[in-house]
């Protein structure tokens, strides 16, 4: 397993070691699993990035799941070095190691970014045309955001102010780690569901005004929300580019989804209004 000291990764260790699952975990710092170590069968301590590290990684495992990809906005390494060329040399190793079936996480809308140019959409994408040539089985599971991610709703209203881009109606389906990680369950031990593709979201469907006014009712403040027009958005990519790729990839991205939309099917029982509430307690 890959990506397990992330947000998504410690939930899928919890639900894979809950549905009875042994799970060995790719770490490049043990105590970052946290709570979750003592969930794991074995730890391997080793770099995706680095190949010849991945030696002990397989075993007789006979599933690899990924999440692992580029949180930050560093210039080095670059989502090339983390989204695609770290999970290509776990694949490697997998096809090599006789791995049978791999689970891995891309990004809901993932074909259509990358066809805008957005590299972190393009290195994942190409992740996932290497698996399906593999002759491995797989899913590919393409989420909607994750509740992590609309902290930062959260952290706008709490600053006051909310931003809309465009005109706001752009629908999305966030979904909880927890939630994605019963997903990931439930489609790996699912014959049928063996070399599918599946975009996923949570309960509820929301524009994005729909969000922020929801983190301002978690707050208990009236919304105060401030648009950006489609076409100053649109250029905003344009103007960060020159000071950091990696930033206006995200804006690139961002700004698409919030004017095209990134709605999913939806599946789960963790409520956004909830989570927002939860870190409206958090402040008291």
């Not at 990506?3 to 549905?19: N, R, S």
């Not at 391997?44 to 397989?58: I, N, P, Q």
């Not at 099917?265 to 409520?271: A, E, F």
Request: charged share 20%.
């Amino acid at each position: 397993m890959a990506g397990a000291t992330g947000y998504l990764g410690k939930q899928v260790i919890a639900a894979l070691h809950a549905a009875g699952y042994p799970v060995r975990a790719l770490a490049r710092d043990e105590g970052r699993l946290g709570d979750v170590r003592e969930m794991c069968a074995e730890v391997v301590v080793a770099e995706a990035t680095k190949a010849e590290t991945l030696t002990d990684v397989v075993g007789d495992a006979g599933v690899l799941f990924s999440s692992l990809g580029k949180h930050d906005f560093k210039a080095k390494p670059s989502v090339w070095d983390i989204d695609y060329r770290a999970n290509m040399n776990l694949l490697d190793r997998a096809v090599a190691g006789g791995v049978q079936h791999v689970s891995f996480i891309s990004v809901v809308g993932g074909p259509e970014l990358r066809k805008l140019g957005i590299q972190a959409a393009d290195a994942r994408e190409s992740v996932v045309d290497a698996i399906k040539s593999s002759g491995l089985t797989y899913n590919v599971l393409r989420p909607s955001g994750f509740f992590n991610d609309m902290q930062d709703f959260f952290n706008m209203a709490k600053g006051g102010t909310g931003w809309v881009l465009g005109d706001g109606t752009a629908l999305m389906s966030p979904i909880h780690g927890a939630d994605l990680a019963a997903f990931v369950v439930e489609k790996l031990g699912d014959i049928d569901a063996r070399n599918m593709e599946f975009d996923v979201g949570g309960p509820d469907t929301l524009s994005y005004e729909e969000i922020l006014n929801l983190a301002f009712a978690a707050l208990g403040k009236r919304p105060k929300l401030r648009r950006v027009p489609g076409w100053i958005a649109s250029a905003l990519p344009k103007v960060v580019r020159p000071f950091n790729a990696q930033v206006a990839d995200l804006t690139k991205a961002i700004v698409t989804m919030s004017t095209d939309g990134a709605a999913a099917p939806n599946y789960g029982t963790h409520r956004l209004e909830a989570f927002f509430a939860e870190l409206a307690e958090e402040l008291v």
